[in-house]
């Protein structure tokens, strides 16, 4: 009769552990959670895990009646990014900081190095519409994400949100939320020099 005694403590403590291990794992992911807090890393400055792979892009819908100078925007598909180096931005109507980080989207479709494409995120035709309508249209492309689907296999964390793909179909480099000065000068221009081998053009 000595054995089953033995044994009940040990299946006790199994039960116990098998209980506690759920309990023990969400208290490891908070612990990492709130060193990333304290350690005050950004999340736009964690790189993501495609860079370096093939960016995922899929033919989507067009934005029906959107414009860039006078000729209907077509569909941002694989082809439109194919052979050249390309911005891609993640954007809606909806989202205060993409309204924030347009002009800084207007001036980089200036740049002649550069071909911007947009993906619309989950949002109406008629009110994507009436923003590109008042703040400019810098999109080569654009292409409807109604259920975000792209943006799932891009990995985006929240918009807006821009990955710089080479011309041979790469991630290059990737910015979570609005470009402003720092991440500009310090992230994307480096980035775009290193794939092109060439600096800014002056002014």
């Known amino acids: 009769m000595s054995m089953p005694a ?10 116990v552990l098998l209980a506690l291990l759920p309990l023990m794992i969400f208290a490891t992911l908070a612990a990492i959670f709130f060193f990333q ?4 890393r950004d999340v736009s400055e964690i790189p993501s895990a495609l860079i370096g792979t093939q960016a995922p892009f899929r033919d989507l819908e067009p934005l ?22 390309t911005l891609v931005n993640f954007w809606a109507s909806w989202c205060v900081p993409c309204r924030q980080e347009h002009p800084v ?49 891009f990995g985006v964390y929240g918009i807006p949100e821009s990955y710089l793909v080479g011309p041979d179909g790469t991630i290059l480099y990737k910015k979570v939320g609005p470009f402003d000065e720092d991440s500009l000068k310090n992230g994307l221009m480096p980035a775009i020099e290193k794939a ?4 800014a053009p002056a002014g």
């Open 196 to 199: 092109l081998g060439q600096p």
């Open 64 to 85: 029906a009646g959107a414009m860039r100078d006078g000729v209907p925007v077509p569909a941002l598909t694989a082809e439109a990014a194919k052979g050249k180096l």
């Open 105 to 153: 989207i207007m001036a980089l479709a200036q740049d002649p190095r550069l071909t911007v494409l947009g993906v619309n995120y989950k949002d109406g035709n008629e009110n994507a519409l009436r923003f590109l309508g008042e703040l400019g249209n810098p999109f080569a492309a654009i292409g409807l994400d109604p259920n975000g689907k792209m943006a799932i296999d």
């Open 37 to 40: 807090l304290r350690s005050g």
């Open 6 to 15: 033995q044994d009940k403590p040990a299946g006790s403590r199994t039960r």
